[in-house]
């Protein structure tokens, strides 16, 4: 049974940063919509991401009259509201990508992202509800992705926190989006002095990456 889009809605509201969106959302929006691909692809992410599950190619989302409705009107769209079949078919005649739906992630006014579907050939058409489903699932995801890049992100010293102050202080303004360069000058700091201190934080934390660091503070938050 397709999951309810409150289960979808429940899950969003519990999504911790946009590196989480992959893997809270992939099965549930999947099995709702009855889809064989689908993906969001987040246009001007903080870390940068490409969340890209079972890639749609971009004849399908972008340089044709469907990605130009969504981006005009912020609304979502399938091939069907704008096209003929026939027409569709000449547009792209892959049999995976036989109907595609395509919806806005908004933020600040401004398009962010796209969320996208398809479905093989053999499949229904996308219809009215599938739309509705899909427009009400994009004010969650660009209600959440705003809320995400607006809230500082602070963290603590604790028993189970490895970081020295100056470690946390470093940490929140790289969760704030601040490259090297700009935590450097916000702090004071050389860039150099900012590259060697990631490197001791990323080795007391066990991780590799920036947005990995994050998000294990976070969880240290959590458990607090």
């Known amino acids: 049974m397709p999951n309810s889009l409150h289960d979808i ?19 549930k929006i999947g099995e709702h919509f009855g889809v064989q691909r689908w993906g969001i692809y ?26 130009q409705y969504v981006v005009e009107r912020h609304s979502p769209a399938h091939e069907q509201l704008i096209l003929t079949p026939e027409d569709w078919k000449n547009l792209c005649p892959r049999h995976d990508h036989e109907h595609v739906m395509t919806g806005p992630i908004v933020c600040d006014g401004r398009l962010i992202g796209t969320l996208n579907f398809a479905r093989d050939r053999g499949n229904p058409p996308f219809t009215a509800s599938d739309l509705a489903d899909l427009s009400a699932l994009c004010i969650h995801l660009s209600a959440k992705i705003a809320t995400l890049r607006t809230t500082p992100k602070t963290f603590s010293s604790s028993s189970t926190n490895p970081l020295t102050p100056r470690e946390l202080q470093i940490a929140e303004l790289v969760a704030q989006g601040l490259t090297n360069a700009e935590i450097a000058q916000r702090l004071w700091i050389t860039q150099n002095s900012v590259k060697q201190a990631l490197k001791r934080m990323f080795r007391k934390l066990g991780v590799s990456a920036r947005a ?9 938050l959590i458990q607090r």
């Open 9 to 27: 809605f429940h899950a969003i509201a519990n999504i911790r940063n946009e590196e989480e969106i992959q893997t809270t959302l992939m099965d």
């Open 212 to 220: 990995e660091m994050v998000a294990r503070l976070q969880d240290w």
């Open 42 to 67: 987040l246009i001007d992410s903080q870390p940068k991401t490409n969340i890209d599950i079972q890639s749609i190619p971009a004849v399908c989302l972008e340089s044709n009259p469907i990605g």
